[in-house]
């Protein structure tokens, strides 16, 4: 089965820092890839999904994340951190085979330092 | 617009009484989902609605849960009898025709089972 593992359950940056969250997927066919964002005692977000369009996607708030097969890898950045990105990441991955079932990562918390 | 709307946001009860969430979708979205979130397991997919009809149920736990969705704006996830391993934050969500993976999240329901 298709899963997601994100490295590094809690990451801590100063505002204005370069934020890089870590994700790498085990899929043998390009897999359609998403970032979601929770907020304190909130639901998720969509932050930006990738489907085989562009390598590279924007997402909202800033970030981006980057689609390397190579490397099996998914990494979220954001070139200077804010106060308010502080939350919940969650990378997650569409099972092989499926259009509705999403896997999701454990989660790593972002921690902005002011 | 309205997004997810979950009753309730807490709910506290005796282990052995009945749980009843419920779930507005935003309308004109098509696909429902019920997820749980707990520390120790992350997210999980208990059940997945297509055009109001149960298409995946794997992830429910046992025959204590259950779930309906007796029309397109309405949804119930119920627990008979809860356990206090049925703590957690219980999130509905929808998608719309066509966009895989791209998930409105309600604020969830957080369950304590006491």
């Known amino acids: 089965a298709q899963s997601v593992t994100q490295l590094g359950s809690h990451v801590s940056v100063s505002e204005g820092a370069l934020v890089l969250l870590r994700c790498n997927y085990s899929s043998s066919v390009p897999p359609y890839l998403f970032w979601y964002v929770q907020y304190p005692n909130q639901g998720l977000q969509l932050l930006l999904k990738y489907t085989s369009a562009a390598t590279l996607v924007k997402g909202i708030n800033g970030f981006e994340a980057e689609f390397k097969k190579s490397e099996t890898s998914f990494h979220l950045t954001k070139p200077s951190a804010h106060m308010s990105d502080a939350a919940e990441y969650f990378c997650a991955v569409i099972a092989s085979g499926s259009n509705y079932k999403l896997t999701f990562g454990k989660g790593t918390l972002l921690t902005v330092n002011p | ?114």
Not at chain 2, 17 to 36: A, D, M
Not at chain 2, 75 to 87: F, G, H, N
């Open chain 2, 1 to 114: 617009d309205a997004g997810v709307i979950q009753s309730p946001r807490h709910e506290v009860t005796e282990m052995g009484q009945e749980v009843t969430l419920r779930c507005k979708p935003i309308s004109g979205h098509n696909s429902l989902f019920w997820y749980r979130q707990t520390m120790m397991r992350g997210l999980e997919l208990l059940i997945y609605f297509n055009n109001n009809v149960p298409i995946d149920d794997s992830g429910m736990p046992e025959d204590r849960f259950s779930a309906k969705m007796p029309n397109a704006s309405f949804s119930t996830l119920k627990i008979q009898p809860s356990e206090p391993r049925d703590s957690a934050v219980y999130f509905c969500a929808s998608s719309a025709v066509g966009s895989a993976g791209e998930l409105f999240f309600g604020e969830g329901s957080r369950l304590t089972v006491l």
